[in-house]
């Protein structure tokens, strides 16, 4: 008899080492672990996945990495719309989430898979942005999730995979890890209170540059392509670069609280320097370069863009009326932003663009200006106010 084949979302951790032997001795399976790569794994880890993969008995294990693609369709769109959730976090864990569990159901499409699976808990936001793309995409396709569905503590799990013969390091590290391109996220017991910060100890990069350290880069429509000269052919490169140059100062680190999914407050810490110094020197560059509405509407549609992206619901038909939008503002967001960084801070000096708008052809703010009289903005001001003059004499 044909055994049903199953795509398992694999990551090589404890929930998905227990669902892959789970999926192929107790259920009869023939299962096919996937491993999406958003930036956040080096060629050796992504080696030892696989490996730990054949070892649990998968038939096959692919490697898919998105990391281009997850800018393209979705990173791009977060610069664009300076998007930070709740004005703190640049959506670096659930924005992955998205493309993964994306780029998975279009694998389980590929080999024609019966059955699709990932090692989520009852508890987080992960749970239903992988159900609801995996629903939405690949509807014909039963979603298997043991380890929510068995109400597994990961002692019983242990357990489980010991009496199977599996040998891994079951210690639980002191803190959860969760590194892509668009930032690193950091759980642990602090992350739990209300009231306690990180220890140094817990971010993943430690501080090591202490000078401080003036930086140019360049834009070009809304794009990230140079640093210091230096020229990147693709925008994935020029974050990694900027990675590498500003995370050693501690930039970017801070806590998040926010509104899970399944209606309770989260936190998490995370430390994201790229994102950051990327989001804020783009957003300086357009306020010289937009006018003041183009702005205001950016803003209140970025940030529908980013919950609604946080939430899983990447592939409403709005999201990419949205794009359309932010797409057609960056024709004029090219520039030099200069930028000073310190240690666990950083500072945008200021830009150079042709498409400045504060140009003094046209006067400068709060001295002469070139363009008008004082006669004119006599009249202006009595026009500009006329309705609410009248209001208030209507009304008393």
Known sequence: MEKKKVVLAYSGGLDTSFCCIYLTRD?????HSVIVNTGGFSDEELKSVEERAYQMG??????????????NTCVRYLIYGNVLKNNTYPLSVSAERVSQATA?????????AEFVAHGSTGAGNDQVRFDMIFNILIPDVQIITPIRDLKLS?????EYLKKHGVEMNFEKAKYSINKGIWGTSVGGKETLTSNLGLPEDAWPTQ?????????????????LTAIDGTTYDHPTKAIQALQAIAQPYGIGRDIHVGDTIIGIKGRVGFEAAAPMVIIKAHHTLE?????KWQLSWKDQLSSFYGNWLHEGQFHDPIM???????????KQVSGKIFVELNPYRFQVIGIESDHDLMSNKFGSYGEMNNAWSGEDVKGFSKIFGNQVMIYHKVNG
């Not at 990961?154 to 242990?158: D, L, Y």
Request: zero cysteines; proline letters at 2%.
């Open 207 to 223: 501080v090591t540059s202490n000078e401080p350290k003036t930086i140019e880069l360049v834009f070009e429509k809304g794009e």
């Open 58 to 71: 998968v038939t096959t294990h692919k490697t898919v990495d998105e990391t281009e693609n997850f800018y």
């Open 27 to 31: 259920l009869g399976y023939e299962v």
């Open 104 to 112: 998975i159901a279009n694998y389980a499409k590929e080999i024609g």
């Open 154 to 158: 990961r002692e019983e799990e242990i």
């Open 287 to 291: 306020k010289h370069v937009l006018t």
């Open 320 to 330: 990419r009326n949205i794009e359309a939008f932010l797409n057609d503002t960056q």
